[in-house]
């Protein structure tokens, strides 16, 4: 049986709530109700044909609360004058909400309304907008409200957020709800106070003006002639970015690797140092000027996603070249092989001819299905030697010039 039913009804309600709809119109004030919903009734011959299908199923439907039915006559030649229900009304927001069970909900809500509508009220069309994040986030509403006036008297602090003082209010709160919170202060503070250029949850410090901890860069220096700490010393640094910036180290010659234990064995070499990359985006090491003058040498994974790392490199510093991700150390390591769980598809752009061939074999499973060579993987004799070329290689082209 197809016919509208009382679940059915409800169902109609129900989604009027999870599109916001019910609660918008406690901020608005715009009325939903009356509204007339969806109602499939039997046909003329399912009447004549299921006559106590159908008795039934007015009888249930008259037995449903919180809606109107109306009825009309209908008069047929075999089962004579009967009344059945011709169109189904709610009435009023409140039968809407008890018809779904969501009475509490909406007191709930009304009273951040309320408490809005006194202490911030430009914030009215997001509770309008986002009627239902608003209620996911009602316990804490009073408290979101308390940093959004504290924003307004302190935009753009050039603190960090530990040291926001707020009854009630920690950093890890203030992290826990940023989401919301951008939303709201984005419609909160003058435009001034917002630097629309840092999207996202993760740049919540730098769009409202808080001081973010500083990045760091650990780098081991490889030639015992540059030292910056006694000889004694393993070279292993960490310097935050503006320090970094301004070493102008008298290195020729920079490896950047992701893997930390290739890092951390990284041989000796004249005129050398080696980044640990740790995921801090290279734009951070682009912005530092010397490092233009160096030969840069990228070791990643011989995989898809280790050449789309090699291509972004690129786009910051140019003239950077890889480090054992051919051809020839993906042949001679196949025992070492594993599976990449999702190879990517798309077109790198600032790849080698040799790099794009080996990227698209990779990509199209021409050598193998998914293959992944960590660079951890690969023996420490294939590294030493493959430095070895590449000094040799650099001396013949400085004799050369």
């Known amino acids: 049986m197809s016919w509208t039913t009382a679940a059915d009804l409800r169902a109609q309600v129900q989604k009027l709530w999870e599109r916001g709809l019910l609660l918008a119109s406690l901020v608005s004030g715009e009325p939903l109700f009356p509204r007339r919903l969806m109602l499939k009734k039997p046909t003329s011959a399912e009447i004549t044909d299921r006559f106590e299908p159908v008795r039934m199923w007015i009888a249930d439907l008259r037995q449903g609360t919180h809606y109107r039915l109306t009825m009309r006559e209908l ?76 924003m307004q008297s302190h935009p753009r602090p050039g603190i960090y957020l530990r040291q926001v003082e707020l009854q009630g209010i920690h950093t890890k709160f203030i992290e826990a709800h940023r989401a919301v919170l951008m939303e709201l202060l984005d419609l909160a503070l003058p435009p001034a106070a917002v630097d629309t250029e840092a999207a996202g949850v993760n740049k919540f410090c730098r769009r409202y003006g808080f001081l973010e901890k500083p990045l760091r860069i650990r780098f081991r220096i490889l030639d015992p002639e540059l030292a910056l700490l006694p000889m004694c010393t393993d070279q292993d640094i960490a310097v935050i970015q503006d320090a ?12 950047i690797t992701e893997n930390e234990v290739n890092f951390l064995a990284f041989p000796k070499l004249p005129g050398s140092m080696v980044i640990f990359g740790a995921g801090y985006g290279f734009e951070i090491l682009a912005q530092a000027m010397w490092l233009h003058r160096c030969d840069i040498h990228y070791w990643g994974d011989i995989d898809t996603h280790g050449f789309a790392i090699l291509d972004q490199l690129r786009a910051y510093l140019p003239n950077a070249e890889s480090f054992l991700m051919d051809r020839e150390t993906l042949m001679a390591h196949e025992l070492q092989w594993v599976s990449e769980p999702q190879p990517l598809r798309r077109d790198l752009a600032r790849l080698s001819t040799e790099e794009g061939a080996l990227y698209e074999d990779l990509r199209d499973n021409r050598i193998h299905p998914a293959i992944r060579l960590e660079q951890e993987r690969i023996g420490f004799g294939w590294v030493k030697a493959a430095l070895d070329r590449l000094l040799i290689r650099k001396k013949v082209s400085f004799l050369k010039e």
């Open 75 to 150: 008069k047929h030649h075999i089962i004579g004058c009967n009344i059945i229900p011709d169109e189904i009304w709610i009435d009023t927001l409140d039968d809407a909400l008890s018809l779904i069970g969501k009475e509490l909900e909406a007191e709930r809500f009304n009273k951040l309304v309320a408490l809005t509508r006194e202490r911030r009220p430009v914030l009215l069309p997001w509770l309008e907008r986002c009627p239902l994040k608003a209620l996911g986030s009602a316990e804490d509403w009073p408290l979101l409200l308390d940093v959004v006036d504290w």
């Open 244 to 255: 970094f910036i301004l070493l102008n180290l008298k290195v020729s010659r920079v490896f």
